[in-house]
């Protein structure tokens, strides 16, 4: 994974630099053996991503370049971090009860 920064760009006469997140991965195969598709061998491959839009930069009121997260990102984000906190508590409190 890696940050992407984008084109600064200006709203409401103030200058944003947009930052994301970025992953992406790609693959490929084949069955062992086959060489071709006529010779009844197998191949394939692909790929995937994600960008996750993270925040902006900008000027804050006192002249010092500061960080806005993206407060939807951010909580998508945490969700999964939740859950597995949630279920690992849940587990610990069941066998604090037997």
Known sequence: MARAYGAAVQVDGEELVPVALVSFGFGGGSEAGGTAAADGGASGGGGGGF??????????????VVFRPNTIAL?????????????????VIRTLRR
């Open 51 to 64: 960008v996750l839009p993270l925040g902006v930069y900008c000027r804050g009121g006192s002249g010092h």
């Open 75 to 91: 909580l998508a984000g945490l969700a999964p971090l939740v859950c597995a906190v949630g279920f690992s508590v849940r587990g």
